[in-house]
């Protein structure tokens, strides 16, 4: 997961700093990835419960993905895809790979570690020619919600071309949001019966939103852009897959990895 940065910190200072080791190319990348960004809603398929025979797409196919790491070695993980059925939310569709990983853990680039293990996942499947490649992905990570504006998910979607939401546990500082800020605007009057709240960065920019995700759950998760889908839809869409405070896509994709990676390593 990408960790937090403080609130002070700003984007510049993370990324100059010669503590993190940043690549110059993983900078001159990241940044003509992110001229690709699309974060308006760009897809055939709609979301309605109906449709069918009426010519309409609907969207029937979520994939979530996440990597669990051994705890002997942290150079070795597990990175899994599974396609869930988006009105059941049943798995559909699970793959697994263990994989050695020598690309180092940057704050903010993670994607540069993660996503070559995913889209691996991706076109084995779609050379499979499975009838349940998804339509859209989930991320374990942030999107847009991100110091540079260009988070895994949206690192992601990019390159696998696919719509792709970002989910985070933890909110990533960035643009003067904090926890403290969050919890007082879920705390005031007018957002008392509110499950989510629009996360507005000091610039004036939307960056994401914190959703409080389930009944029993008292901590939000934080949903952001990743790529081709607009924000409402993206709240939409997660709303529509938590049984738990995860969703399940990502939840499903978490639990598989572990139990596969404690199988085979």
């Known amino acids: 997961m990408e960790i937090e940065s403080s609130p002070s910190t700003s984007s510049s200072a993370l990324y100059s700093s010669d503590q993190y080791h940043v690549p110059h190319k993983w900078l001159e990348v990241q940044d003509s990835l992110k001229k690709k960004l ?3 809603d760009d897809y055939t398929w709609k979301l309605g419960e109906t449709g069918e025979g009426c010519g309409v797409e609907l969207l029937k196919y979520i994939g979530g ?14 990175g899994t895809l599974v396609v869930l059925d988006f009105k059941t939310l049943d798995v559909v ?24 293990i995913f889209l691996k996942l991706l076109e084995k499947m779609q050379n499979g020619s499975h009838p349940f490649y998804p339509q859209l992905l989930m991320i ?32 990533h500082h960035v643009d003067g949001l904090t926890n403290s800020k ?39 998760i934080f949903v ?38 404690r199988k085979h390593h």
């Open 182 to 220: 969050v919890r007082e605007l879920f705390e005031a009057d007018e957002n008392y019966n509110i499950d989510f709240i629009y996360l507005i960065g000091d610039s004036g920019n939307t960056l994401g939103a914190a959703l409080h995700s389930s009944k029993g759950s008292f901590k939000p």
């Open 140 to 171: 374990d990570g942030n999107g847009i919600l991100h110091p540079r504006g260009f988070g895994s998910a949206c690192h992601l979607g990019v390159l696998a071309n696919l719509p792709t939401i970002g989910i985070g546990k933890n909110l």
């Open 93 to 116: 569709y699970e793959d697994s790979s263990i994989v050695t990983i020598d690309v180092p853990y940057v704050p903010g680039f993670l994607g540069f570690r993660e996503a070559p």
């Open 224 to 261: 952001s852009i990743g790529h081709r889908v607009s924000l409402a839809s993206a709240v939409e869409v997660v709303r529509r897959t938590c049984n738990y405070r995860v969703p399940e896509p990502i939840r499903q994709a978490d639990i598989r990895s572990r139990e596969y990676l």
């Open 65 to 78: 993905v996440d990597i669990s790491f051994s705890k002997d070695d942290p150079s070795v993980a597990c």
């Open 38 to 40: 699309v974060t308006e």
